[in-house]
């Protein structure tokens, strides 16, 4: 069973939002690129204009950086394009795995959910260790922000 997460932030590493979506059976590249369209149309329908997407698959990088990277049979590579697109600032970045264990825990509280977005304007409570982990210094936890 498949699911994507994610987190946005502002500036100063503060919580704006968070999503999970339980998507079913597909790859994991596939799951990478649904992350990565929730996020970013998350961002966009929340107005913000400044962006820094960070994702810890580097396949999902190449798709969406390097024109001539294939796509994998990705039917969402154009939509994630097309988003970009828009008139905004939008700058990605591939980061380690480790980087990212707050995203990874949004992606897996999608287990226990329907095939819906789900959207946490509010920090989840068993998200507040990570937080607390990254504010500390001992983990670098931000996906999109």
């Known amino acids: ?15 704006i939002m968070g999503y ?24 966009w329908s929340l107005h913000i204009r400044y962006l820094l997407v960070e994702t810890n698959s580097l396949e999902a990088y190449r798709i969406i950086t ?10 969402l590579v154009p939509y994630i394009l097309e988003l970009i697109s828009r008139p ?8 380690r795995r480790n ?3 707050l ?10 959910s329907d095939f819906i ?5 509010d920090l989840p409570l068993d998200c507040l260790g990570l937080i607390e982990e990254e504010a500390t210094g001992e983990a670098v936890t931000v996906v999109l922000c």
Request: some cysteine; glycine content about 10%; hydrophobic content about 45%.
């Open 1 to 15: 069973m498949a699911t994507c997460g994610g987190v946005l932030r502002d500036a100063d590493r503060r919580w």
């Open 20 to 43: 999970t979506k339980r998507l079913g059976v597909c790859s994991v590249l596939d799951s990478e690129l649904w992350g990565l369209f929730e996020g970013l149309l998350s961002a």
């Open 66 to 75: 390097e024109p001539s990277a294939a796509c994998g049979g990705s039917t």
């Open 88 to 95: 905004w600032e939008v700058r990605l970045s591939h980061v």
């Open 99 to 101: 980087e990212n264990a």
């Open 103 to 112: 995203a990874d825990h949004m992606a897996k509280m999608a287990l226990a």
């Open 117 to 121: 977005v789900h959207k946490y304007l």
